[in-house]
């Protein structure tokens, strides 16, 4: 089969940012975009190293703390390039500690306040009680589930838009009923799970976008079989909401 492009992906501190599964969003979207017709070329940046030219899709996932401060340097030092492309509509989905410092600010439970990039108008806040457990959204790629292990609770700033609204769960923060943000193509959201492999929308939104980028030319999707990832979501839903 001749390929329809070439995907380059980019998953931003695996090694400290990966820590609940998340490294099997990069699996879930490497895929899908080989199943839906494309090359992906599968990036790893790690501090210190070197981006892409031309990225066409980033993620980054969860860490504690301690790997939030090992990436803030570095992290500083690519902010400006990653404004950038996301003020170009670049896709990008952060999930938990990396949708935090894609906010304004995360502020730890020893009052330390680590800056964030300020592409999600969002701050954090460290607290002693955690909140575990699954979750059930409503969103714009319909019912999104998910798992979260956070004790940052997260505050959306006036105007900014949330992933999802909390039909189980907690979400940003256990009160306001809100989970994640949303600014242009840029998604954060607490979700592990990891969320995208049970969420397959959700993903070939992604895609959709990273593939207009990489080819000048509407996505041209395949005809993939998501019924197992539909009914362990739609079991989720079930279990949490509908029991």
């Known amino acids: 089969m001749t390929s329809k492009g070439l ?67 570095d992290l500083a030092l690519i902010a400006d390039r990653l404004r950038g492309w996301a003020s170009a509509g670049v896709p990008m989905i952060m999930i938990c500690g990396m949708y935090q410092l894609f906010g304004n ?6 009052e330390r306040e680590l800056p964030g990039l300020g592409i999600l108008d969002v701050t954090t806040r460290g607290n002693a009680t955690r909140m575990i457990g699954g979750v059930v959204l409503d969103t714009a790629f319909g019912e999104v589930v998910g798992f979260e292990n956070h004790s940052g609770s997260t505050v959306l700033g006036a105007g900014q838009a949330a992933f999802g609204s909390v039909r189980a769960g907690s979400g940003n923060n256990g009160r306001d009923g809100t989970e994640g ?55 989720q839903v079930r279990r949490l909401v509908r029991a």
């Open 181 to 235: 943000a949303v600014t242009g193509n840029v998604i954060g959201s607490y979700l592990h799970g990891p969320i995208l492999p049970a969420n397959p929308r959700l993903a070939d939104h992604l895609i959709a976008g990273a593939a207009e980028r990489a080819t000048g030319r509407p996505f041209e999707p395949g005809d993939l079989d998501d019924a197992v990832a539909d009914q362990a979501r739609q079991r």
């Open 7 to 73: 995907i380059t992906l980019v998953h931003l501190y695996p090694r400290e940012m990966s820590i609940y599964g998340d490294l099997g969003n990069t699996r879930c979207l490497a895929s899908r975009i080989r199943r839906h017709g494309y090359d992906v070329a599968v990036h790893d940046h790690h501090p210190g190293s070197d981006l892409p030219d031309e990225p066409h899709l980033f993620l980054g996932g969860g860490g504690q703390d301690s790997g939030q401060s090992r990436v803030e340097d």
């Open 105 to 110: 600010a995360f502020i730890t439970i020893e």
